[in-house]
Nanobody, 119 residues
């Protein structure tokens, strides 16, 4: 079994910054790629950013230039540095990982961390 746990959310003023973390643990042979998604109130879940095991990154247009995804492969941790936050960035942020474990491969989700951008 594999667990993903997010942290780092909170309340921040517009223009502020937050750094989210996602720690993967359990019977992990390899993490192929990791992603951040978010779901705002009354909205569908939205893809935010991806990082592959080789370090290739991609961002949604809504966060490009403001957010930075990174990872520490040795520790199975993914980060999302969020700068110049806007009220529309308010959402529950979830991490997702595509993991090889003994006997198979599966995508896992974390429970999420709340980010609120408000003055």
């Amino acid at each position: 079994q594999v667990q993903l746990v997010e942290s780092g959310g909170g309340l921040v003023q517009p223009g502020g910054s937050l750094r989210l973390s996602c720690v993967a643990s359990g019977r992990i042979l390899r993490i192929n790629d990791m992603r951040w998604f978010r779901q705002g109130p009354g909205k569908e879940r939205e893809w935010v950013a991806t990082i592959t095991s080789g370090g290739i990154v991609a961002y949604s247009d809504s966060v490009k230039g403001r957010f930075t995804i990174s990872s520490d492969n040795a520790k199975n941790i993914m980060y999302l540095q969020m700068n110049s936050l806007k009220p529309e960035d308010s959402a529950v942020y979830h991490c997702n990982a595509n993991v090889n474990y003994p006997g198979g491969r599966q995508a896992y989700w974390g429970q999420g961390t709340q980010v609120t951008v408000s003055s």
